[in-house]
């Protein structure tokens, strides 16, 4: 929405006339107009996108540049209403990536150096590059928010480290590309996931090339407790190796390896693969800052809570909710979660990064222990009383039944930017129809830390959740641009493909990993939200396996082949290299 000042002219009514002259010429479509009283200088015009470029004669490619422009021309406030459509079209997406690479290794796979050049694809501006996340995302492991500022005044958020791997020596190249595209944004982990897949795929590269099963690769270049972190962290909690060891035994993924080779030779057009996925996750707190409002209601004894996260999906009210309930010792149906508005829930930090859901309980649990450090003196009086009289006693005795809290953490040193690390495991498996290049997931395995959960529902449901969504991302929902004018031609579902009832895998395995704990973690949990999403690369090497399987009836499988995100299935048929040749009986 844009508004311009209001202004007391008599041009602002001298040009009712020439809007009502617009209206009546452009074919309008969704139009709302306010017949208000000319005399009152703040009347609001609406419109739908297509009649604001009608209007202006030109059209625009930002929203805000178009209701600047009918605010100069009317003078007035304008509002603009456009189509899901239309936001698909002029919106950017998460970034496209281009990467090269050379990695340095021995015999049996143990990484001496990598050296990367990334180039992000980031449209018109780069003002949410996570391009400079793939230096210290790159060694699959940890999350660190810092921000480069370079001379043409665009900025990248820098998230960092995600995978378990320890490359003695790394060199990395980073280039944000200025496209003729809209500006390319932030989506759910961003960089992080990107980045787990570079280094996955180089992981793959390497096992091809020594003949070895790509997680007995990616098992010899794990680190150990007490080594240091691209960031130079030194590591005290890496559990990844007992978890990698211990998942592969309850996923059977040696003897579900065996039964793919027997399948792929007895099959001459259907081929099966399967991949797995490690990953190691670091919970940075460092300029993150949220804050929390409680009041407790003395007619009953219900409890408001006020925080400064966004509940977009993800749980963090019911967790909130979970936390205030059990640090006051109240059922959870007394306490509601109210929307949060700047007067009580001002300068929060954006809601991102993982960490929200747990800074925010970390504030509420704050609040909690004010309230009730208030509260116990007249509670230790009342030993037989219910909540709701101890509350109204309180009120009687004029005690503040109140409190608010400001969380901004921040770790020891510079070289410790991570909190804790959390850990988890993918296993993947494909089957393809190598003449149609479309593929089922037979079944997935995923293991994820979440330490002691606050609320194992929810966080069951975001791995599932985060799961599905990669599962989009790396398959189907694929961007294509009309070549000569550039405009997005998968703006709608016709075209463009997210994950329905049909992509879920017929087999899905989901557990939180047993008798873990966090003692850096708020009430001992781990960070969930966006972490499985990164492991969701696997369906990736996974269809690269059955692809391989099938280039190897034509014996074209022992050379390494370049694959491209998302595996649409156009993608896959072609890269399984059918030849009408092959369509012959035995």
């Known amino acids: 929405m844009g508004r311009l000042g209001a202004r007391r002219s008599r041009s602002m009514f001298g040009r009712q006339e020439e809007l009502d002259q617009c209206i009546g010429e452009?074919?309008?479509?969704?139009?709302?107009?306010?017949?208000?009283?000319?005399?009152?200088?703040?009347?609001?015009?609406?419109?739908?996108?297509?009649?604001?470029?009608?209007?202006?004669?030109?059209?625009?490619?930002?929203?805000?540049?178009?209701?600047?422009?009918?605010?100069?021309?009317?003078?007035?406030?304008?509002?603009?209403?456009?189509?899901?459509?239309?936001?698909?079209?002029?919106?950017?997406?998460?970034?496209?990536?281009?990467?090269?690479?050379?990695?340095?290794?021995?015999?049996?796979?143990?990484?001496?150096?990598?050296?990367?050049?990334?180039?992000?694809?980031?449209?018109?501006?780069?003002?949410?590059?996570?391009?400079?996340?793939?230096?210290?995302?790159?060694?699959?492991?940890?999350?660190?928010?810092?921000?480069?500022?370079?001379?043409?005044?665009?900025?990248?958020?820098?998230?960092?480290?995600?995978?378990?791997?320890?490359?003695?020596?790394?060199?990395?190249?980073?280039?944000?590309?200025?496209?003729?595209?809209?500006?390319?944004?932030?989506?759910?982990?961003?960089?992080?996931?990107?980045?787990?897949?570079?280094?996955?795929?180089?992981?793959?590269?390497?096992?091809?090339?020594?003949?070895?099963?790509?997680?007995?690769?990616?098992?010899?270049?794990?680190?150990?407790?007490?080594?240091?972190?691209?960031?130079?962290?030194?590591?005290?909690?890496?559990?990844?190796?007992?978890?990698?060891?211990?998942?592969?035994?309850?996923?059977?993924?040696?003897?579900?390896?065996?039964?793919?080779?027997?399948?792929?030779?007895?099959?001459?057009?259907?081929?099966?693969?399967?991949?797995?996925?490690?990953?190691?996750?670091?919970?940075?707190?460092?300029?993150?800052?949220?804050?929390?409002?409680?009041?407790i209601f003395h007619s009953g004894g219900t409890v408001a809570v006020s925080h400064g996260g966004v509940e977009m999906g993800q749980g963090i009210n019911t967790k909130v909710a979970q936390v205030v309930a059990y640090e006051l010792g109240i059922p959870l149906d007394l306490v509601s979660i109210k929307p949060n508005f700047s007067l009580t829930n001002a300068n929060a930090n954006s809601t991102g990064g993982s960490v929200t859901s747990e800074l925010v309980s970390l504030a509420a649990i704050n609040c909690c222990s004010q309230l009730k450090a208030r509260i116990d003196p007249i509670k230790n009086t009342m030993p037989n009383a219910s909540w709701s009289d101890i509350i109204e006693a309180c009120f009687v005795?004029?005690?503040?039944?109140?409190?608010?809290?400001?969380?901004?953490?921040?770790?020891?040193?510079?070289?410790?930017?991570?909190?804790?690390?959390?850990?988890?495991?993918?296993?993947?498996?494909?089957?393809?129809?190598?003449?149609?290049?479309?593929?089922?997931?037979?079944?997935?395995?995923?293991?994820?830390?979440?330490?002691?959960?606050?609320?194992?529902?929810?966080d069951v449901g975001q791995i599932e959740g985060a799961i599905v969504m990669g599962l989009g991302y790396y398959t189907s929902e694929e961007l294509v641009y009309e070549k000569t004018t550039g405009a997005l031609v998968t703006y709608s579902t016709w075209k463009y493909k997210p994950p329905t009832t049909k992509d879920i895998p017929i087999d899905f395995r989901v557990q939180i990993l047993q008798n873990s704990s966090n003692p850096s973690g708020v009430l001992r949990s781990k960070l969930v939200a966006e972490p499985p999403l990164c492991m969701t690369c696997s369906v990736v090497f996974a269809l690269r396996e059955a692809i391989k399987a099938a280039r190897d009836e034509i014996s074209q499988g022992h050379d390494w082949f370049q694959i491209n995100a998302p595996m649409t299935v156009e993608k896959v048929q072609q890269y399984c290299l059918p030849d009408i040749a092959q369509f012959t009986y035995n």
């Open 26 to 295: 452009a074919n309008w479509g969704r139009l709302w107009w306010k017949n208000l009283s000319r005399q009152h200088n703040c009347m609001w015009s609406c419109f739908s996108r297509s009649c604001c470029q009608q209007v202006i004669k030109f059209p625009r490619n930002d929203s805000a540049d178009e209701c600047s422009d009918l605010c100069l021309k009317f003078c007035r406030p304008v509002k603009m209403f456009q189509s899901l459509w239309d936001s698909a079209k002029m919106i950017g997406k998460r970034n496209p990536y281009y990467v090269e690479y050379e990695a340095g290794f021995d015999a049996n796979g143990k990484l001496a150096g990598i050296i990367t050049n990334v180039y992000a694809n980031c449209g018109q501006t780069a003002t949410e590059s996570p391009v400079s996340a793939v230096t210290l995302w790159g060694d699959n492991g940890q999350c660190l928010f810092f921000r480069i500022y370079n001379f043409i005044k665009e900025f990248t958020y820098c998230c960092v480290t995600i995978l378990g791997y320890n490359c003695p020596n790394w060199k990395v190249s980073m280039t944000n590309c200025k496209t003729n595209l809209p500006a390319n944004t932030w989506t759910r982990a961003p960089g992080s996931t990107e980045s787990i897949f570079f280094i996955e795929y180089i992981m793959e590269h390497i096992a091809q090339t020594l003949g070895k099963p790509s997680i007995d690769v990616k098992r010899a270049n794990f680190y150990k407790n007490g080594d240091r972190t691209i960031t130079g962290q030194p590591l005290k909690d890496f559990t990844l190796a007992e978890l990698t060891d211990s998942f592969l035994t309850s996923a059977s993924y040696r003897q579900r390896l065996q039964d793919a080779a027997t399948f792929n030779l007895n099959n001459r057009w259907r081929k099966r693969g399967i991949s797995v996925t490690p990953m190691k996750y670091g919970s940075t707190w460092n300029g993150n800052n949220f804050n929390c409002f409680i009041s």
């Open 397 to 458: 005795k004029t005690i503040d039944l109140s409190a608010r809290s400001w969380i901004a953490p921040k770790t020891t040193g510079d070289d410790a930017p991570v909190n804790y690390n959390t850990y988890g495991v993918t296993c993947t498996e494909v089957e393809l129809d190598v003449l149609t290049g479309e593929h089922q997931i037979t079944r997935m395995d995923v293991i994820h830390d979440c330490g002691e959960s606050m609320s194992p529902l929810v």
